[in-house]
Every structure is written in structure tokens, then in C-alpha cells.
């Protein structure tokens, strides 16, 4: 067939070029270096016809083999693909699609935060269906000591991003005595770290408000988004195995698996 016979029937393909695909497939499902016996198996093929194909998967840095073990394994090149891939992902979009997948889950006030350098900042917000509910203020900096966002970046973020402002808080005289030094707000952090989230509950800015925040990791393993869920004090379950913070930490870690978090990186802090 010509090319512009092929170029008008937009279902042909390279049929070389889906097999190196399925090879490929095979061993990402694999989820470690493989020998060829089983990457064969997995992909269905003669191990025969499978050597050929890495072998040029090799050339092209898709693929590399270890000359001690034998095994082979995705090569530079395949994950310079996936990191790029990754990079090029909206996270915001995919925030805004996971509040909302948690919203209708939970029927409660779900939001998602954002790093700036004055603090956390809520950039979306989902209202639940009930007649009593809180309502989030979008595109405001929030505080480092007393929201469960800045709690929740404070535990993860490096210190240099994070202490100016924790500083600059700590000299509020209104500032609960719970948390009016530094000893104190590094163990709410610590705290966090522990438990995975951060909590606020009769918070002294807006009483009769509570939240509880989950962090979010990208492919490096940074913290790079903030899911909430808000509501009045008192209203939902904020225990830590409950229904609430349970469906937050699920929908934070699913998030967290969309963007790239390595598994290595998650088993560390679970």
C-alpha cells in the first residue's frame, strides 16, 4: 500500500511497531528486570521471536540488559518517555477530577490546595448536597500553623520554604498558646508526618470550622498538591480510621499514583 493510500485509512499500522509495544507492556507490568523466559510468558510470544525485538528495543534505549544477571529491564530512554509524560500531566485538572470523585464519595466540602510563596492557596473547592455546608474562599494564602494545608506542606516541604513563614507567624500574639513556638508547631508537623494527615478543628480564626488535609506527591516524591475535606465541627467524623479521612487518604494516595509517585518513595512514609 502507498503512503497516501495509508495516510487515508488512518487504521493501519506498524504491526513490528505493536509488538515492540506489547514487549514493552510486558515488562512495565512486570514491575522488576526480567529474564527472557518471562517476559515471553507475559507477553504471549515465542521467547525467540521476543530476543529479536529487544535487541533493537536495546539499540534504542527503550530497553537495557545486565551483563551480570542477564535480565532485562526498561532502558534510559523509556524512562526519560514516562518522566516527560508525567511533567506534561495538568495536575491541577487531575485535583480538580479527584475533589470531585471525593466530594460525591463522601458528600462533604472537598479542597484542593496549592504551594505559593506566601502559603498554601485553594485554588477549587466542591460543594457537597446538604443544606448545611462551609464555603471555601478561593485564591486566598492560608496560614502555616493553624490550616491543616499549611500543616500539611509544612510537614513535607523543605525547611527554607517553609520556616520564613512559620516565622512570620509565630509573632501573632492571638496565635493559640498550643502553638505559639517553634518546639510546638515542629511537632505538628512531626505529627503529620506520623499520621499521614493534618487536622484542624475549632480553628480560632473561623470557629466552629474543622478540615483535615492529605498531601499529594508527584514523580520526584515532592508534596506537590493538598486534598481537604471542610466541614462544620462536630458534623463529620475526623477519626483518623474513619470513613472521612480514610476516603481522603485513598483518593490523596490514588492522585499521588496518577502523578508519578515513586512506590519506593510512598512505602517510606507509610
Do not use: C
Amino acid at each position: 500500500m502507498s503512503d497516501e493510500a495509508e495516510g487515508k485509512n488512518g487504521k493501519h499500522g506498524v504491526q513490528s511497531m505493536e509488538i515492540g509495544v506489547r514487549i514493552l507492556q510486558a515488562m512495565v507490568t512486570g514491575h522488576r528486570a526480567m529474564m527472557l523466559k518471562d517476559i515471553a510468558a507475559a507477553a504471549g510470544m515465542p521467547a525467540s521471536k521476543v530476543h529479536r525485538y529487544l535487541v533493537s528495543l536495546i539499540r534504542g534505549g527503550l530497553v537495557e540488559q545486565d551483563p551480570l544477571t542477564s535480565r532485562y529491564d526498561l532502558g534510559a530512554f523509556a524512562l526519560n518517555i514516562g518522566l516527560v509524560a508525567v511533567d506534561r500531566l495538568d495536575r491541577i485538572r487531575l485535583g480538580i477530577s479527584a475533589i470531585a470523585e471525593l466530594r460525591d464519595q463522601i458528600n462533604e466540602t472537598t479542597a484542593l490546595a496549592v504551594w505559593s510563596d506566601n502559603g498554601p492557596i485553594i485554588v477549587r473547592w466542591e460543594r457537597p448536597r446538604r443544606p448545611i455546608t462551609v464555603n471555601v474562599v478561593t485564591g486566598t494564602a492560608l496560614e502555616m500553623i493553624t490550616s491543616a494545608s499549611g500543616r500539611v506542606f509544612g510537614a513535607w516541604l523543605p525547611r527554607d520554604k517553609v520556616d520564613p513563614l512559620v516565622d512570620r507567624e509565630l509573632k501573632n500574639p492571638d496565635l493559640p498558646e498550643a502553638w505559639n513556638t517553634r518546639r510546638k508547631v515542629e511537632a505538628l508537623f512531626a505529627d503529620a508526618r506520623r499520621s499521614g494527615i493534618a487536622t484542624v478543628s475549632g480553628y480560632h480564626l473561623v470557629p466552629g470550622v474543622e478540615a483535615v488535609a492529605a498531601p499529594v506527591f508527584n514523580f520526584k516524591n515532592e508534596i506537590t498538591l493538598a486534598m481537604l475535606v471542610v466541614g462544620v465541627q462536630g458534623m463529620f467524623d475526623m477519626s483518623p480510621d474513619g470513613k472521612t479521612v480514610t476516603a481522603l487518604k485513598n483518593a490523596a494516595a490514588a492522585l499521588s499514583v496518577r502523578l508519578g509517585q515513586d512506590s519506593v518513595g510512598a512505602e517510606k512514609r507509610a
